[in-house]
């Protein structure tokens, strides 16, 4: 259930009074989603959960069991959420660096927490940058399960599988 916050923002109740998470109303969403429709179905799917804090993380799973350690299963050091995830686990410092650093150079200037979730802002190469991020989110989440980091290469094997043939890719 949605309910409002103020005039800025909304909350989205996620597992009962008290539990609650910000929806990011500031972004631009009808940009996200045209460019999240063009996306194959599994990365799709992934960054519709992503964007919506749909994904079944271990602070999601502490909410409704107690029990369940919220920690991050690769770095142990704090709690898993869509961010930690990510951005911040210290050991994703390398790809994510080299992912952070990509989107820069080519022009992305919004905050990290916003081209994260799709809002890349306004570059020539909006639709190049918001793939590569696509496949980055879509990788983490895939190799999660497996409790490893995906590499550099496998984020980018992955983004020109799924770029649209008629784009240039810029590396």
Known sequence: MVVPLNLIGFMLEVSGPGKKEILRTDLDWPNI???????PANVKET???FN???LPTRTRYHRF???ADENCQLCNQFPETDEHLVIYCPLRNKIWSWLEGTVR???????TE???RGDIGPTRHRRTIFT???AYINATWKERSRNRIPTEVEVENLWVSIFPPSREIFV
């Open 65 to 67: 069991d107690s029990l």
């Open 52 to 54: 919506q804090r749909l």
């Open 132 to 134: 590569l991020v696509a």
């Open 47 to 49: 960054m519709f959960l």
């Open 114 to 116: 916003n081209f994260i």
């Open 105 to 111: 150079r080519h022009g992305c200037k919004t905050p």
């Open 33 to 39: 989603w045209r460019e999240i429709a063009a996306l």
